[in-house]
């Protein structure tokens, strides 16, 4: 069993796809373990991005995953974080492949609906950014 952290970015809360990104996941065998909605600061978007602090697109990022609602997900399953990520398709919606999330709901390669861990190292910070310990243990 494998745990990773998903996002519905703002532009996903903006299109009403809350349910339609949990139930992509539901349906295939990942298991939501906690759950909420939350507004970042700038500041907040800095700190849970900041491995790409060096990236020209980093303000217009942070700016983005701060103007409005999220919802962000601690989910389990086997393999869940390349599970996740193939559900999600890749960045750029463009190069997403049929009957992924972005391909179906992302605006662009900034505004891809979606967000997923790429490791087990990240999975652990991007989920301890979000719920403490007595959020997560409900699960189990
Ligand atoms: P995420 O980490 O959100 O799951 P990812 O792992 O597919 O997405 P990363 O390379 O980690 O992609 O980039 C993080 C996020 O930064 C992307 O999801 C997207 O919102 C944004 N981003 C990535 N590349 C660009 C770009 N060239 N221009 C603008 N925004 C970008
Ligand atoms: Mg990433």
Redesign the pocket.
Known sequence: MERTL??V?PDGTEKNVIGEVLGRFEKNGINVIALKMVKLTKEDAEGF?A??RE????G??TD??SRGPIVVMALEGENAIAKV?EI?G???PEEAAEGTI?KDFAS?????T?????SPE?AEYEINYFFNALELNGAS
Do not use: C, Q, W
Request: proline share 3%.
């Open positions: 998903s996002i970015k991005y491995v790409h990236r020209p697109f980093f217009s990022l983005f995953m990520r999600m890749a960045t750029n972005r662009n390669i900034e505004e891809n979606v967000h997923g861990s790429d990240s």
